[in-house]
């Protein structure tokens, strides 16, 4: 790397705590509408004034999503990919700091949102003015496009795409990565898990009852708990009728890529963080990695009755709970989501109203195509090490479907956020370490950089 772009690097880093102060103290929580205008706007200044040329997307009942392009020297466009929306701050009485507040303590910079996905916003940007103040203009095109729904399930994401489509073609594109793991490695996701996600509904009653009255009326929470326990054995297999037909087994390079991420240390240190002993059926090594090409079936919450601290003898007359299930390869949600609906009525619970509230189709990109290969190459030079490729990610981008279908683009997740294994992502005191925000400047300028040679 030459002094100039060092110098601006470092510049650029000193910048980065102001920036994500600003950008974090605006609550663009996209489950309650909450400064999703303002923050859309901010987002769009900061392009702005970072040389693109910027509109926003309307989309009717969506936040506005924000595009922008700037052009480089070479021929070979990049697409970007983040969200300005975060998941609400709930329970509040569990942060030790004011979320929306950037608080710098232990070395951490803790904020909601801010690894997920504030900060690697920040860093490309950062990333951007740095060369554009020692090279003058960029090495490639970036186009880059953010939304206001992704913690929500990018609800309007696949009409986005149908009504703008050809403003994403690209040459290559990154979706919201992670960083580097504990051993340096740069992470480079190839493929994400579907998602649907579903709300019940029971009412068994007008109104609840005394709890005296438990002999003789009918328990929401109870018709509910029944419903739920139908769904799965106590070995954690899914008991929905045809729930597994479409699943594909792992393609011969998943199941190498699962043995060569097998790191003990590692699982040790997500142990400890999360205060168990051992993880799910006692698993470990290759059996654990490779376990993320399993579907799950997960209850996300309840609520019915009384939760409030203290006594209070109440029968329930309505339950509800939320679902997610994560899908594999060759899963369709709407598929699954009939198949649930059949299986409470096959099993007598027609009173269970079931509600989708959002999905996503499972997308893997082949390792084999240039622009992984490419990024592959690039992420090995700047660490020094080979990449850990991680198959498929146990999370979801509701984006993929709609961008493989709709637009004819597949991408890839790698490092340049300043995000690590610990950082709390959807948890109160969500934060990022210092010493990680360098590094992923620097390595955003170097992937841009090198994507410039591609031609």
Known sequence: MDEKLANELATQTQHFKSLIADYCRLESVAAQNRMMRETADWVETLLKETGFATRQLPVAGAPNYVYGEIKGKSDFTLLLYNHYDVQPEAPLDLWESPPFEVTEKEGHLVARGICDNKAELIARICAIRAMQAAQGELPINIKWIIEGEEEIGSTHFDEMTRQYGDLLKTDGALWEGGGFNEKGQAHIALGFRGLL??????????????????????????????????????????????????????????????????????????????????????????????????????????????????????????????????????????????KLQAHFKAQGFDDVHVTKLGSGDPVVTPLEGPFVQKVTQICQAFTGQEPKIIPLGGGTLPLLGAMKNNVGVLGISTAGNPAYYGSGAHAPNEHIRVSDIPRAIEFNAFLFTQLGETG
Do not use: C
């Open 197 to 338: 996600y579903v709300e019940y509904h029971v009412e068994t009653m007008t109104r609840d009852a005394h709890s005296g009255g438990a002999h003789t009326l009918p328990s929401a929470a109870w018709r509910l708990v029944k419903a739920l326990a139908s769904l799965k054995d106590d070995d954690g297999k899914v008991l929905i009728p045809g729930f597994y037909d479409d699943v594909r087994a792992p393609t011969a390079m998943e199941q190498q890529a699962a043995r060569d991420n097998v790191d003990l240390e590692q699982e040790a240190r997500a142990k400890a963080m999360y205060g168990i002993d051992a993880f799910l059926h006692d698993r470990s090594g290759y059996d654990l990695e490779i376990s993320v090409f399993e579907p799950t079936a997960n209850i996300a919450g309840v609520l019915t009755g009384y939760t409030e601290p203290g006594v209070k003898t109440v029968l329930p007359g309505k339950a509800m709970a939320k679902m997610d299930f994560r899908l594999v390869p060759e899963q369709r949600p709407d598929d699954v989501l009939a």
